[in-house]
């Protein structure tokens, strides 16, 4: 059984989230989605509607479940089995940032880091861009799933 983790903070999830998620679904028997938990970051939204986005955008998708964790993504990987990280790219700069952490990833574990391109429509997307706009009013739904809305 093929089981990846897609960790992140989803903070909130976008479509370029969603998209690397809808594609990975072919390539794995299962995907978790794990949303970690960091005491030193401060978030925009609180973990269980971070959760909640995810889960209702994701309901109809059975191979698709949300965990929330602490600690090293390695060490979530052994603890619940999973042979894969998932990742997505979304320019070079990415890949940099992410090729680090896979090799880092890959010395101290078995662990194998897998990498998808965004695609075009959402590479420019992201969860600090969305903050953003919500912060100043923008209109931000076009750049998340339908899940993610505002109170």
Do not use: W
């Amino acid at each position: 059984m093929r089981k990846a983790i897609f960790p992140g903070s989803f903070d909130p999830i976008t479509l370029g989230h969603e998209d690397i998620i809808k594609r990975s679904i072919s390539l794995f028997d299962e995907i978790v989605i794990a949303i970690g938990i960091n005491a030193e970051k401060k978030y925009m939204f609180p973990l269980e509607e971070r959760k909640r986005f995810i889960e209702e955008t994701f309901k109809n998708e059975p191979k698709v479940s949300v965990i929330t964790y602490e600690g090293l993504t390695i060490d979530l990987c052994h603890k619940i089995k999973a042979d894969f990280i998932l990742r997505g790219l979304r320019n070079p700069a990415d890949f940099e940032f992410e090729k680090a952490i896979a090799h880092t990833n890959r010395r101290l574990s078995k662990i194998e880091t897998v990498f998808l391109l965004t695609a075009a429509s959402t590479s420019y997307i992201s969860s600090s861009i969305v903050r953003d706009v919500i912060r100043n009013g923008g209109q931000y739904e076009m750049l998340v799933p339908d899940a993610v809305r505002v109170k």
